[in-house]
């Protein structure tokens, strides 16, 4: 899926400004053809992973969370659920996750379904503080954190996948920088 040619030419400039992609061996790791989607892929996986910690960071459970639980007077036993079904769910999924994620060759459908349910999942939070109040908000979030914790979990793992096969190994950690 080729994007406008000036655009194409734009971020290929920007990638080699960012990147410092001078280096003719970079793509050394990856396929001839990936390599040509480098710069494209560089920036698609910017703004996800920005957005992606935009997410962690609006749907912290140790303070924004809590905030909103507690404005909305959701009980202090939901509210103290919260660390420990966001931090166990984000993790402990991945031993059982990660054998059915790589049976899939293409991961790119797995983590495009993680990115949408994290998004959907931190609306959500929004959504449930915005109209409901006490208990029903409280289990709203928390079944909104479960979620998220899941598809991040789901994310985490594709996500690994995703930037080894579209990113130069020398380039990965420049990625997570600017993000």
Same mark, same amino acid.
């Given at each position: 899926m080729a994007l406008v040619p000036d655009l194409e030419h734009r971020l290929a400039s920007l990638y080699a400004l960012i990147a410092e992609d001078e280096d003719a061996r970079a793509c050394r790791d990856l396929d001839e053809t990936a390599c040509t989607w480098v710069p494209r892929n560089f920036f698609v996986l910017l703004v996800t992973s920005t957005l992606t910690k935009l997410g962690d960071a609006l749907s912290?459970?140790? &303070?924004?969370? &809590?905030?909103v639980m507690a404005s909305v007077g959701a009980p202090t036993s939901l509210i103290a659920m919260l660390v %420990?079904? #966001?931090?166990? =769910?984000?993790? =402990? %999924?991945?031993?059982? =996750? +990660?054998?059915?994620? #790589? !049976?899939?060759?293409? #991961? !790119? %459908?797995?983590?495009?379904?993680?990115? =949408?349910?994290?998004g959907g999942a931190v609306l959500g939070c929004a959504a449930a503080a915005a109209w409901l109040d006490g208990m029903a908000a409280g289990w709203t979030i928390l079944a909104c954190v479960v979620v998220f914790s899941l598809a991040r979990s789901l994310n985490s793992l594709a996500d690994k996948d995703l930037v080894g096969k579209t990113i130069p190994k020398g #380039? !990965? +950690?420049?990625? +997570? +920088?600017?993000?």
């Open positions: 912290s459970p140790k &303070t924004v969370l &809590t905030w %420990p079904v #966001r931090e166990s =769910l984000s993790m =402990l %999924p991945q031993l059982l =996750l +990660g054998a059915w994620v #790589r !049976r899939h060759p293409l #991961r !790119r %459908p797995i983590w495009l379904a993680g990115s =949408l349910l994290q #380039r !990965r +950690g420049r990625l +997570g +920088g600017w993000a």
